[in-house]
């Protein structure tokens, strides 16, 4: 947990049984980076992980620097440890697929129906476009199925194709109906293959092998649909994994400077300033005075700023922890999430033990 290791000292991994990770959040809050940065830390100390995108939106591509990933299992990244800037030894694979759901379709009834060309004929109809549009659950079912059987897929020696699957998922708002669409599915076609398929897919789903993850911010709107999200994955028993607080800013005050804020320090202020020799060279105390008045006020008002910034904060921290998850601080990186951040933050997730 992200509780208090030092800055060399790392966690024990929380999700040691877990092979399934699905990353959620409300849109904006950094999904897909926050899952591109949990395959990293996955695979850091050796093991293969996959990260699927279902949005479509080609994100994890231009994370890794790469053009528009095709519909198949990439490699993205080769990491280790020390790439983490974290001890140990151990190499490991990120593979990267964005799955593109009309291909997914026909490939779902390929396997069902064994269509082969008949498939491809649907597809000039236009049956593609009405299945994915006029339906959208099938979207979903085809997506929950492609993520569960990459978790399952094993290879000819019989082992696990991949360690661990990490899926970059849609929204908190839309969470539980996706991971819940095949429970209808399952329910509408009473046996058959699709209903094996869709029961299967709950299993997977539903089993401690999966975890739900919610990316959040320090504020209101993302914190109140982390908080929902979480009671609504529980009232579906679906298996809530941690939050992921991203983007967190360092306090710039310490606690009794804001608790300060509230006073009157003007000529404490003032004093300071002066003895900091931000009134310029001279030693007359009107003469710095006089250079330093300007700067009280807009500095009292930063600080007042910064001081409702930090309360806001807390009192959102205090509402995450009632959910009483593991949860992960990851910091703004000013300068945006080039690769070198992103694997920042996928070493700043495997020291807290997300990984
Ligand atoms: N920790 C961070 N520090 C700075 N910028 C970030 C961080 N995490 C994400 N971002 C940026 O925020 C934007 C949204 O992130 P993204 O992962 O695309 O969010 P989502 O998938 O939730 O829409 C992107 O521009 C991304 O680079
Ligand atoms: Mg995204």
Same mark, same amino acid.
């Given at each position: 947990?992200?509780?208090?290791?030092?800055?060399?000292?790392?966690?024990?991994?929380?999700?040691?049984?877990?092979?399934?990770?699905?990353?959620?959040?409300?849109?904006?809050?950094?999904?897909?980076?926050?899952?591109?940065?949990?395959?990293?830390?996955?695979?850091?100390?050796?093991?293969?992980?996959?990260?699927?995108?279902?949005?479509?939106?080609?994100?994890?591509?231009?994370?890794?620097?790469?053009?528009?990933?095709?519909?198949?299992?990439?490699?993205?990244?080769?990491?280790?440890?020390?790439?983490?800037?974290?001890?140990?030894?151990?190499?490991?694979?990120?593979?990267?697929?964005?799955?593109?759901?009309?291909? !997914?379709?026909?490939?779902?009834?390929?396997?069902?129906?064994?269509?082969?060309?008949?498939?491809?004929?649907?597809?000039?109809?236009?049956?593609?476009?009405?299945?994915?549009?006029? !339906?959208?659950?099938?979207?979903?079912?085809?997506?929950?199925?492609?993520?569960?059987?990459?978790?399952?897929?094993?290879?000819?020696?019989?082992?696990?194709?991949?360690?661990?699957?990490?899926?970059?998922?849609?929204?908190?708002?839309?969470?539980?109906?996706?991971?819940?669409?095949?429970?209808?599915?399952?329910?509408?076609?009473?046996?058959?293959?699709?209903?094996?398929?869709?029961?299967?897919?709950?299993?997977?789903?539903?089993?401690?092998?999966?975890?739900?993850?919610?990316?959040?911010?320090?504020?209101?709107?993302?914190?109140?649909?982390?908080?929902?999200?979480?009671?609504?994955?529980?009232?579906?028993?679906?298996?809530?994994?941690?939050?992921?607080?991203?983007?967190?800013?360092?306090?710039?005050?310490?606690?009794?400077?804001?608790?300060?804020?509230?006073?009157?320090?003007?000529?404490?202020?003032?004093?300071?300033?002066?003895?900091?020799?931000?009134?310029?060279?001279?030693?007359?105390?009107?003469?710095?005075?006089?250079?330093?008045?300007?700067?009280?006020?807009?500095?009292?008002?930063?600080?007042?700023?910064?001081?409702?910034?930090?309360?806001?904060?807390?009192?959102?921290?205090?509402?995450?922890?009632?959910?009483?998850?593991?949860?992960?601080?990851?910091?703004?990186?000013?300068?945006?999430?080039?690769?070198?951040?992103?694997?920042?933050?996928?070493?700043?997730?495997?020291?807290?033990?997300?990984?």
């Amino acid at each position: 947990m992200a509780s208090t290791p030092g800055p060399s000292a790392q966690a024990d991994p929380d999700w040691e049984g877990v092979r399934l990770h699905v990353v959620s959040g409300k849109g904006g809050t950094g999904k897909t980076t926050v899952a591109a940065a949990l395959a990293l830390a996955l695979a850091a100390e050796g093991g293969r992980t996959l990260l699927i995108e279902v949005e479509g939106r080609q994100g994890i591509a231009e994370l890794f620097g790469m053009a528009a990933l095709p519909y198949e299992e990439r490699k993205v990244a080769t990491v280790s440890p020390s790439r983490l800037g974290l001890p140990g030894t151990g190499q490991g694979e990120v593979y990267a697929l964005a799955i593109d759901t009309e291909l !997914a379709l026909l490939e779902y009834l390929e396997m069902f129906y064994k269509l082969g060309r008949a498939g491809k004929a649907l597809q000039k109809v236009g049956f593609v476009d009405f299945a994915t549009t006029v !339906a959208p659950g099938v979207r979903d079912v085809l997506l929950t199925g492609k993520a569960c059987e990459a978790a399952r897929r094993k290879g000819p020696d019989g082992r696990r194709a991949y360690d661990a699957i990490v899926m970059d998922a849609p929204p908190t708002g839309r969470l539980t109906r996706f991971l819940n669409v095949n429970e209808e599915v399952a329910g509408l076609a009473r046996f058959g293959p699709i209903h094996g398929q869709a029961q299967a897919v709950m299993r997977v789903l539903k089993s401690p092998e999966t975890a739900v993850h919610f990316v959040t911010l320090l504020e209101e709107m993302p914190v109140q649909e982390t908080v929902d999200g979480i009671a609504d994955l529980r009232a579906a028993q679906l298996p809530v994994g941690g939050v992921m607080v991203n983007m967190v800013r360092p306090p710039v005050l310490d606690a009794a400077a804001v608790a300060a804020v509230d006073g009157d320090h003007r000529e404490e202020v003032a004093v300071a300033l002066g003895e900091a020799g931000l009134g310029g060279r001279s030693r007359k105390p009107e003469t710095v005075r006089a250079a330093v008045e300007p700067l009280l006020a807009p500095l009292l008002e930063q600080a007042r700023e910064h001081a409702e910034r930090v309360e806001l904060e807390r009192a959102q921290r205090a509402d995450l922890q009632r959910a009483k998850l593991p949860t992960y601080e990851l910091p703004l990186l000013g300068e945006g999430v080039d690769l070198g951040g992103l694997y920042r933050l996928a070493g700043e997730l495997k020291r807290q033990g997300a990984a």
